[in-house]
Nanobody
Framework: VQLQASGGGLVQPGGSLTLTCAASGLTMDHYAIGWFRQAPGKERVGVASISLGDGSTHYADSVKGRFTISRDNAKNTVYLQMNSLKPTDTAVYYC?????????????????WGQGTQVTVSS
């Protein structure tokens, strides 16, 4: 099982980025997928998640209305569209998979993790 997170980079405040999580070795529609982030010196926290089945989504309060998580099971891919980015969004972003999960923000619920992609929001 492998998750590959990509799409990070340097963006100015107010800008947008789309992160991609591509999965191999698993059937993504059997998994809830979460996006997490870890800023320097801070714990890794949940940002957004999407369940299997009905694809219900959950967001951290800090990103509600700005970030959108979506999935394309046919491509075994999950996306995180990030708009109106702020310097406080600067972090390494990780995607993770939880077999038959409901899509939580708890790190310990996720068995498989990608390697992370750096997002830096700065002028």
């Amino acid at each position: 099982v492998q998750l590959q997170a990509s799409g990070g980079g340097l963006v100015q405040p107010g800008g947008s980025l789309t992160l991609t999580c591509a999965a191999s070795g698993l059937t993504m529609d059997h998994y809830a997928i979460g996006w997490f982030r870890q800023a320097p010196g801070k714990e890794r926290v949940g940002v957004a998640s999407i369940s299997l089945g009905d694809g219900s989504t959950h967001y951290a309060d800090s990103v509600k209305g700005r970030f959108t998580i979506s999935r394309d099971n046919a491509k075994n891919t999950v996306y995180l569209q990030m708009n109106s980015l702020k310097p406080t969004d600067t972090a390494v972003y990780y995607c993770a998979a939880d077999l038959y999960g409901s899509g939580t923000s708890d790190n310990s619920d996720y068995a498989y993790w990608g390697q992370g992609t750096q997002v830096t929001v700065s002028s």
